[in-house]
């Protein structure tokens, strides 16, 4: 897997401080977002080494659409985005943030402008805001 190399904007340290986004849609059942947990807190793991450390509560959204950026646990994440908490943000896929391609661009350029990352850790692992992650978006 290529070394991830997520923003450090926060302080000097090597910590990385990690958002983790989950969100199941209405009237799903809560077994998929228990493995969007496992799937996540693995790969957190697996990057303690590099400094990584999950940030407590994570943010989830439990029975809301993608359809909109209007989520509860979305918009505490961008607070806290905006007041200089979060490095990065981990979740499955940028299907759990959104399905729109103008909310998923709005999304990017309003992390790359506070200097956070975003990790995706399935299908595969990409920062969606280094080159590659902005070309596997478009695919």
Known sequence: MTKLRPRRNQTRSNTVRCAVYTRINVGSKLGPLREQRRAIHAFLAAQRAQGW?????????????????????????LADIDAGKVDCVVTCDLARLTRSHADQAELLARFRRAGVSLVTVQPLCFDALEIVGWASTDL
């Open 53 to 77: 450390v999950r940030l407590r509560p994570s943010y989830e959204d439990i029975g809301h659409s993608a359809g909109t950026l209007k989520r509860p646990a979305l918009t505490a994440l």
